[in-house]
Protein backbone atom coordinates (compact mmCIF):
# COMPACT_ATOMS: atom_id res chain seq x y z
CA UNK A 1 0.00 0.00 0.00
CA UNK A 2 2.70 2.69 1.11
CA UNK A 3 4.32 1.26 -2.42
CA UNK A 4 1.18 1.97 -4.28
CA UNK A 5 0.86 5.34 -2.35
CA UNK A 6 4.61 6.63 -3.60
CA UNK A 7 3.55 5.77 -7.26
CA UNK A 8 0.74 7.84 -7.00
CA UNK A 9 2.31 10.51 -5.60
CA UNK A 10 4.25 10.93 -8.45
CA UNK A 11 2.63 9.51 -11.60
CA UNK A 12 4.95 11.57 -13.28
CA UNK A 13 8.22 10.54 -12.45
CA UNK A 14 9.12 7.83 -14.96
CA UNK A 15 8.44 10.00 -17.14
CA UNK A 16 11.41 12.70 -16.52
CA UNK A 17 15.09 12.68 -17.15
CA UNK A 18 16.59 10.29 -14.90
CA UNK A 19 19.54 11.19 -12.56
CA UNK A 20 23.16 10.28 -13.94
CA UNK A 21 24.93 7.39 -12.13
CA UNK A 22 27.89 8.66 -10.26
CA UNK A 23 31.09 9.29 -12.02
CA UNK A 24 33.84 6.70 -12.02
CA UNK A 25 35.97 8.19 -13.50
CA UNK A 26 39.25 9.19 -11.15
CA UNK A 27 40.03 12.79 -11.04
CA UNK A 28 43.87 14.29 -10.62
CA UNK A 29 44.40 15.65 -6.59
CA UNK A 30 45.42 19.23 -6.17
CA UNK A 31 48.20 19.34 -3.16
CA UNK A 32 45.78 19.76 -0.17
CA UNK A 33 48.14 22.40 1.41
CA UNK A 34 47.20 24.82 -1.61
CA UNK A 35 44.14 27.40 -1.29
CA UNK A 36 42.20 26.92 -5.30
CA UNK A 37 38.89 28.59 -5.96
CA UNK A 38 36.56 29.99 -3.15
CA UNK A 39 39.16 29.36 -0.02
CA UNK A 40 41.16 32.00 -1.33
CA UNK A 41 38.35 34.69 -0.61
CA UNK A 42 39.01 36.66 2.48
CA UNK A 43 35.01 35.91 3.62
CA UNK A 44 35.80 31.99 3.48
CA UNK A 45 35.31 29.69 6.20
CA UNK A 46 34.63 26.03 5.83
CA UNK A 47 31.01 26.52 7.93
CA UNK A 48 30.13 29.25 5.90
CA UNK A 49 30.23 27.63 2.66
CA UNK A 50 27.74 24.91 1.79
CA UNK A 51 30.20 21.60 0.61
CA UNK A 52 28.60 20.78 -2.61
CA UNK A 53 28.86 17.78 -4.57
CA UNK A 54 28.72 16.93 -8.32
CA UNK A 55 26.37 14.02 -8.97
CA UNK A 56 24.19 15.07 -5.88
CA UNK A 57 20.97 16.30 -6.58
CA UNK A 58 19.51 19.19 -4.55
CA UNK A 59 15.40 20.02 -3.84
CA UNK A 60 14.53 16.49 -5.68
CA UNK A 61 14.94 18.08 -9.16
CA UNK A 62 18.89 19.85 -9.55
CA UNK A 63 21.66 17.11 -9.74
CA UNK A 64 25.21 19.19 -9.83
CA UNK A 65 26.84 18.40 -12.70
CA UNK A 66 29.69 20.66 -12.94
CA UNK A 67 31.43 23.80 -11.22
CA UNK A 68 30.96 27.24 -12.73
CA UNK A 69 32.80 29.22 -10.60
CA UNK A 70 32.30 31.36 -7.32
CA UNK A 71 32.71 34.84 -5.80
CA UNK A 72 33.95 36.20 -2.37
CA UNK A 73 30.21 34.79 -0.73
CA UNK A 74 28.81 32.35 -3.05
CA UNK A 75 29.67 29.15 -5.43
CA UNK A 76 27.96 28.41 -8.77
CA UNK A 77 27.20 25.33 -10.33
CA UNK A 78 25.61 23.90 -13.58
CA UNK A 79 22.82 21.51 -12.55
CA UNK A 80 20.54 19.59 -15.01
CA UNK A 81 16.83 20.10 -14.31
CA UNK A 82 15.22 17.32 -13.99
CA UNK A 83 11.87 18.07 -14.60
CA UNK A 84 12.20 17.46 -17.74
CA UNK A 85 9.87 14.97 -19.91
CA UNK A 86 12.35 12.24 -21.16
CA UNK A 87 11.43 13.40 -25.03
CA UNK A 88 12.65 16.90 -24.19
CA UNK A 89 16.33 18.28 -24.84
CA UNK A 90 17.87 18.63 -21.76
CA UNK A 91 17.57 21.64 -19.18
CA UNK A 92 20.32 23.07 -17.32
CA UNK A 93 20.33 26.13 -14.87
CA UNK A 94 22.53 27.70 -12.87
CA UNK A 95 22.65 27.31 -9.57
CA UNK A 96 24.00 29.68 -6.51
CA UNK A 97 24.57 28.25 -3.22
CA UNK A 98 25.52 31.82 -1.07
CA UNK A 99 28.08 31.03 2.44
CA UNK A 100 26.04 31.37 5.37
CA UNK A 101 27.99 33.82 7.85
CA UNK A 102 25.89 33.26 11.08
CA UNK A 103 27.95 36.42 12.43
CA UNK A 104 26.43 38.65 9.81
CA UNK A 105 23.26 41.02 10.51
CA UNK A 106 21.44 39.37 7.47
CA UNK A 107 22.89 36.53 4.81
CA UNK A 108 23.61 37.22 1.39
CA UNK A 109 21.68 35.04 -0.04
CA UNK A 110 18.45 36.74 1.95
CA UNK A 111 19.42 40.02 0.58
CA UNK A 112 19.74 38.84 -2.78
CA UNK A 113 16.53 36.40 -2.67
CA UNK A 114 14.98 39.27 -1.61
CA UNK A 115 15.85 41.87 -3.97
CA UNK A 116 15.89 39.48 -7.12
CA UNK A 117 12.03 39.27 -6.47
CA UNK A 118 12.14 42.67 -6.45
CA UNK A 119 13.48 43.75 -9.72
CA UNK A 120 11.88 40.68 -11.47
CA UNK A 121 8.16 42.51 -10.53
CA UNK A 122 8.80 45.93 -11.11
CA UNK A 123 8.68 46.76 -14.02
CA UNK A 124 8.47 44.38 -17.24
CA UNK A 125 7.71 46.76 -19.34
CA UNK A 126 10.91 48.87 -19.02
CA UNK A 127 13.69 48.54 -21.82
CA UNK A 128 16.42 47.83 -18.83
CA UNK A 129 14.15 44.91 -17.07
CA UNK A 130 15.93 42.65 -19.63
CA UNK A 131 19.24 43.38 -19.25
CA UNK A 132 18.90 42.66 -15.55
CA UNK A 133 19.29 38.76 -13.83
CA UNK A 134 16.01 36.96 -13.13
CA UNK A 135 15.99 34.41 -10.06
CA UNK A 136 13.95 31.47 -11.53
CA UNK A 137 13.51 29.22 -8.84
CA UNK A 138 14.72 28.97 -4.91
CA UNK A 139 15.06 27.32 -1.88
CA UNK A 140 17.19 26.21 1.03
CA UNK A 141 19.17 24.09 2.52
CA UNK A 142 20.75 22.80 5.80
CA UNK A 143 24.24 23.28 6.47
CA UNK A 144 26.45 23.90 9.63
CA UNK A 145 25.66 27.53 10.25
CA UNK A 146 22.27 26.87 9.08
CA UNK A 147 19.91 27.45 6.02
CA UNK A 148 21.65 28.14 2.68
CA UNK A 149 19.89 30.28 0.48
CA UNK A 150 20.27 28.19 -3.28
CA UNK A 151 19.11 30.41 -6.49
CA UNK A 152 18.17 29.28 -9.37
CA UNK A 153 19.12 30.90 -13.07
CA UNK A 154 19.25 30.73 -16.84
CA UNK A 155 23.26 30.01 -17.29
CA UNK A 156 25.45 32.66 -19.05
CA UNK A 157 28.63 32.90 -20.82
CA UNK A 158 31.88 34.34 -18.96
CA UNK A 159 31.72 37.85 -17.63
CA UNK A 160 31.98 40.94 -20.10
CA UNK A 161 35.35 41.23 -18.60
CA UNK A 162 36.72 38.80 -21.18
CA UNK A 163 35.49 40.75 -24.08
CA UNK A 164 35.56 43.53 -24.05
CA UNK A 165 33.67 45.06 -26.68
CA UNK A 166 30.56 48.01 -26.87
CA UNK A 167 27.23 46.46 -24.58
CA UNK A 168 27.08 50.26 -22.68
CA UNK A 169 24.20 51.05 -24.19
CA UNK A 170 22.58 47.90 -22.47
CA UNK A 171 24.58 48.18 -19.13
CA UNK A 172 23.41 51.93 -18.83
CA UNK A 173 19.45 50.84 -19.63
CA UNK A 174 20.08 47.87 -16.80
CA UNK A 175 21.43 50.73 -14.28
CA UNK A 176 18.25 52.91 -15.35
CA UNK A 177 15.98 50.43 -14.57
CA UNK A 178 17.65 49.40 -11.53
CA UNK A 179 17.53 53.19 -10.23
CA UNK A 180 14.32 54.53 -11.46
CA UNK A 181 12.25 51.70 -11.51
CA UNK A 182 13.33 49.38 -8.36
CA UNK A 183 15.06 52.14 -6.46
CA UNK A 184 17.95 49.17 -6.00
CA UNK A 185 21.79 50.57 -5.63
CA UNK A 186 23.97 47.44 -7.46
CA UNK A 187 27.01 48.47 -5.00
CA UNK A 188 29.41 46.15 -6.77
CA UNK A 189 29.58 47.36 -10.19
CA UNK A 190 32.09 45.48 -12.02
CA UNK A 191 33.47 43.58 -14.98
CA UNK A 192 33.15 40.41 -13.58
CA UNK A 193 29.22 40.90 -12.33
CA UNK A 194 28.42 41.65 -15.94
CA UNK A 195 27.81 38.59 -18.13
CA UNK A 196 27.08 37.56 -21.40
CA UNK A 197 24.29 35.33 -22.53
CA UNK A 198 24.80 32.39 -24.35
CA UNK A 199 24.47 32.13 -28.00
CA UNK A 200 24.95 28.40 -27.71
CA UNK A 201 23.28 26.39 -25.39
CA UNK A 202 24.84 23.11 -26.35
CA UNK A 203 27.70 24.28 -25.17
CA UNK A 204 26.30 23.14 -21.11
CA UNK A 205 25.44 19.77 -21.97
CA UNK A 206 29.04 19.54 -23.80
CA UNK A 207 30.44 20.83 -20.28
CA UNK A 208 28.61 18.48 -17.80
CA UNK A 209 29.40 15.32 -20.13
CA UNK A 210 32.60 16.66 -19.91
CA UNK A 211 32.96 16.43 -16.34
CA UNK A 212 31.39 13.40 -16.16
CA UNK A 213 33.80 11.59 -18.36
CA UNK A 214 37.17 13.87 -17.72
CA UNK A 215 36.97 15.46 -14.63
CA UNK A 216 39.26 18.46 -13.53
CA UNK A 217 41.51 17.71 -10.55
CA UNK A 218 39.60 17.80 -6.99
CA UNK A 219 40.83 19.25 -3.66
CA UNK A 220 40.19 16.98 -1.13
CA UNK A 221 40.18 18.22 2.27
CA UNK A 222 40.90 17.00 5.72
CA UNK A 223 37.22 17.35 6.99
CA UNK A 224 35.82 15.84 3.58
CA UNK A 225 34.88 18.74 2.02
CA UNK A 226 36.15 18.68 -1.98
CA UNK A 227 36.93 21.86 -3.68
CA UNK A 228 36.06 21.59 -7.32
CA UNK A 229 37.94 23.90 -10.33
CA UNK A 230 35.24 26.06 -12.23
CA UNK A 231 34.80 25.21 -16.20
CA UNK A 232 34.08 28.53 -17.49
CA UNK A 233 35.65 29.16 -20.45
CA UNK A 234 33.11 28.33 -23.37
CA UNK A 235 35.85 29.47 -26.24
CA UNK A 236 35.17 32.06 -28.41
CA UNK A 237 31.94 33.75 -28.96
CA UNK A 238 30.51 31.59 -32.41
CA UNK A 239 27.43 34.43 -32.99
CA UNK A 240 27.45 38.13 -31.01
CA UNK A 241 24.37 37.68 -29.37
CA UNK A 242 24.52 41.57 -27.67
CA UNK A 243 23.18 41.23 -24.88
CA UNK A 244 24.29 41.16 -21.48
CA UNK A 245 23.14 40.78 -18.15
CA UNK A 246 24.14 42.60 -14.60
CA UNK A 247 24.36 39.99 -12.04
CA UNK A 248 24.82 39.18 -8.11
CA UNK A 249 22.87 41.39 -6.42
CA UNK A 250 23.69 40.30 -2.57
CA UNK A 251 25.17 43.33 -1.96
CA UNK A 252 22.78 45.51 -3.21
CA UNK A 253 20.47 48.23 -0.84
CA UNK A 254 17.66 50.05 -1.49
CA UNK A 255 18.24 53.57 -2.33
CA UNK A 256 15.39 55.19 -1.35
CA UNK A 257 16.96 55.41 2.28
CA UNK A 258 20.48 56.96 3.37
CA UNK A 259 23.15 54.69 3.30
CA UNK A 260 26.99 54.90 4.12
CA UNK A 261 29.59 52.67 4.88
CA UNK A 262 32.40 50.95 2.85
CA UNK A 263 30.94 49.22 -1.10
CA UNK A 264 32.24 48.50 -4.60
CA UNK A 265 35.58 46.59 -5.55
CA UNK A 266 38.44 48.56 -4.40
CA UNK A 267 39.57 50.00 -7.63
CA UNK A 268 36.20 50.60 -8.70
CA UNK A 269 35.57 52.69 -5.40
CA UNK A 270 33.74 56.32 -5.74
CA UNK A 271 35.72 58.97 -3.21
CA UNK A 272 32.41 59.35 -1.42
CA UNK A 273 32.79 55.81 -0.15
CA UNK A 274 36.59 56.24 0.23
CA UNK A 275 35.94 59.01 2.52
CA UNK A 276 32.47 57.61 3.66
CA UNK A 277 30.58 60.65 3.14
CA UNK A 278 27.33 58.32 2.13
CA UNK A 279 26.46 56.99 -0.89
CA UNK A 280 23.49 56.65 -3.43
CA UNK A 281 23.29 55.46 -7.10
CA UNK A 282 25.55 57.91 -8.60
CA UNK A 283 28.11 55.37 -7.10
CA UNK A 284 27.30 52.65 -9.23
CA UNK A 285 27.52 55.72 -12.47
CA UNK A 286 31.52 55.52 -10.53
CA UNK A 287 31.96 52.73 -11.66
CA UNK A 288 30.46 52.25 -14.97
CA UNK A 289 32.91 55.25 -15.70
CA UNK A 290 36.31 53.69 -14.48
CA UNK A 291 34.95 50.29 -15.71
CA UNK A 292 35.32 51.10 -19.27
CA UNK A 293 38.97 51.23 -19.17
CA UNK A 294 38.83 47.83 -18.32
CA UNK A 295 36.96 47.36 -21.47
CA UNK A 296 38.63 49.21 -23.28
CA UNK A 297 42.30 49.55 -22.69
CA UNK A 298 42.84 45.96 -21.15
CA UNK A 299 43.69 47.59 -17.73
CA UNK A 300 41.81 49.92 -15.04
CA UNK A 301 41.93 53.56 -15.13
CA UNK A 302 43.39 53.73 -11.67
CA UNK A 303 45.72 51.01 -12.75
CA UNK A 304 48.34 52.43 -9.41
CA UNK A 305 45.93 51.19 -6.38
CA UNK A 306 44.57 48.11 -8.30
CA UNK A 307 45.87 45.33 -6.64
CA UNK A 308 45.90 43.01 -9.62
CA UNK A 309 48.41 45.64 -10.20
CA UNK A 310 50.22 46.59 -7.14
CA UNK A 311 50.75 44.52 -4.24
CA UNK A 312 48.16 46.58 -1.59
CA UNK A 313 45.65 49.04 -2.76
CA UNK A 314 46.08 52.36 -0.86
CA UNK A 315 43.21 54.28 -0.14
CA UNK A 316 45.68 57.80 -0.09
CA UNK A 317 47.36 56.70 -3.41
CA UNK A 318 43.51 56.29 -5.15
CA UNK A 319 42.45 59.25 -3.84
CA UNK A 320 46.14 60.88 -5.07
CA UNK A 321 45.10 59.76 -8.59
CA UNK A 322 41.80 60.62 -8.19
CA UNK A 323 43.09 64.71 -7.82
CA UNK A 324 45.33 64.56 -10.42
CA UNK A 325 42.67 63.42 -12.62
CA UNK A 326 40.09 65.81 -11.59
CA UNK A 327 41.44 68.42 -10.00
CA UNK A 328 41.73 69.31 -6.18
CA UNK A 329 38.59 67.79 -4.24
CA UNK A 330 35.96 70.66 -3.60
CA UNK A 331 35.78 71.44 0.22
CA UNK A 332 32.53 71.61 0.65
CA UNK A 333 32.46 67.83 -0.63
CA UNK A 334 35.62 66.18 1.62
CA UNK A 335 34.37 68.24 4.93
CA UNK A 336 31.45 65.61 5.22
CA UNK A 337 33.40 62.79 5.24
CA UNK A 338 34.07 60.63 8.31
CA UNK A 339 37.57 59.49 7.29
CA UNK A 340 38.24 62.64 5.77
CA UNK A 341 41.08 63.80 8.48
CA UNK A 342 42.96 60.55 7.67
CA UNK A 343 43.62 61.85 4.01
CA UNK A 344 43.31 65.62 3.65
CA UNK A 345 44.38 68.82 5.67
CA UNK A 346 41.97 71.24 7.70
CA UNK A 347 42.26 73.73 4.32
CA UNK A 348 41.01 70.57 2.05
CA UNK A 349 44.51 69.24 0.49
CA UNK A 350 45.94 66.08 0.53
CA UNK A 351 48.16 65.53 3.26
CA UNK A 352 51.06 63.57 1.15
CA UNK A 353 50.42 66.10 -1.89
CA UNK A 354 53.91 64.20 -3.42
CA UNK A 355 51.68 61.08 -4.12
CA UNK A 356 50.12 62.83 -6.66
CA UNK A 357 51.31 62.22 -10.26
CA UNK A 358 51.86 65.10 -12.35
CA UNK A 359 51.26 63.24 -15.65
CA UNK A 360 47.74 61.47 -15.12
CA UNK A 361 44.90 62.46 -17.53
CA UNK A 362 42.35 61.58 -19.24
CA UNK A 363 44.22 62.39 -22.48
CA UNK A 364 47.13 60.56 -21.64
CA UNK A 365 45.78 56.92 -20.59
CA UNK A 366 43.85 56.71 -23.92
CA UNK A 367 45.46 54.93 -26.47
CA UNK A 368 42.64 53.29 -28.47
CA UNK A 369 40.92 56.40 -29.96
CA UNK A 370 42.40 59.48 -31.60
CA UNK A 371 40.96 62.45 -33.25
CA UNK A 372 37.54 63.20 -32.74
CA UNK A 373 36.67 59.73 -31.22
CA UNK A 374 39.25 60.26 -28.48
CA UNK A 375 37.32 63.82 -27.36
CA UNK A 376 33.71 62.39 -27.71
CA UNK A 377 34.58 59.52 -25.38
CA UNK A 378 36.26 61.54 -22.62
CA UNK A 379 32.96 63.82 -22.38
CA UNK A 380 31.26 61.07 -22.26
CA UNK A 381 33.78 58.78 -19.56
CA UNK A 382 33.81 62.77 -17.61
CA UNK A 383 29.73 62.80 -17.02
CA UNK A 384 30.46 59.84 -14.86
CA UNK A 385 33.72 60.68 -13.42
CA UNK A 386 33.17 63.77 -11.30
CA UNK A 387 33.74 64.57 -7.38
CA UNK A 388 30.69 65.84 -6.57
CA UNK A 389 28.06 62.54 -7.13
CA UNK A 390 25.27 64.91 -7.43
CA UNK A 391 27.52 66.25 -10.70
CA UNK A 392 27.50 62.53 -12.17
CA UNK A 393 24.84 62.31 -15.36
CA UNK A 394 22.09 59.22 -14.57
CA UNK A 395 21.60 56.49 -16.60
CA UNK A 396 19.08 57.52 -18.86
CA UNK A 397 20.77 61.02 -19.29
CA UNK A 398 24.11 59.22 -20.59
CA UNK A 399 22.07 56.55 -22.54
CA UNK A 400 21.56 59.36 -24.94
CA UNK A 401 25.14 60.61 -25.04
CA UNK A 402 26.45 61.56 -28.26
CA UNK A 403 29.72 59.07 -28.48
CA UNK A 404 27.72 56.24 -28.12
CA UNK A 405 25.71 56.79 -30.93
CA UNK A 406 28.15 58.14 -33.35
CA UNK A 407 29.30 55.74 -36.28
CA UNK A 408 32.73 54.60 -34.42
CA UNK A 409 34.84 51.79 -35.32
CA UNK A 410 34.80 48.52 -33.24
CA UNK A 411 37.15 47.72 -31.08
Known amino acids: MTRNFSILKQPLKVLRHSPWAISTAIPARIDPSLLVEEENSPYYETAYFYPARIGVILNDRYQIATKLGHGSRSTVWLARDLHQWRWSNERYVALKINSKNTHARKAAGDVELEIMRHITRANRQHEGWHFVRKSLDSFSVQGVSGDHVRLIFEPLRESLEKYCRRW ?5 QALDYLHTECRVIHTDLKPDNIMVRLEDRALLS ?3 RDEFENPLPQKHCSDGRIIYLSRNNYGPLKDI ?3 IEIV ?3 LAVQ ?3 PQDGCIQDEVYRAPEVILD ?5 SADIWSLGVMLWDFLEGRTLFEAADPRAVEDYDDETHLAYIT ?5 APKGFVDCGKRTSMFFTAAGTLKDEDLIPSNFSFESTLSKFDGEEKRMFINFVKRMIKWK ?3 RSTAKELSQDPWLHNEHPQI
Open 255 to 257: GDS
Open 241 to 243: VGL
Open 248 to 250: DFD
Open 324 to 328: SLLGP
Open 168 to 172: QGEIL
Open 389 to 391: PEE
Open 277 to 281: RGYTY
Open 206 to 208: QDA
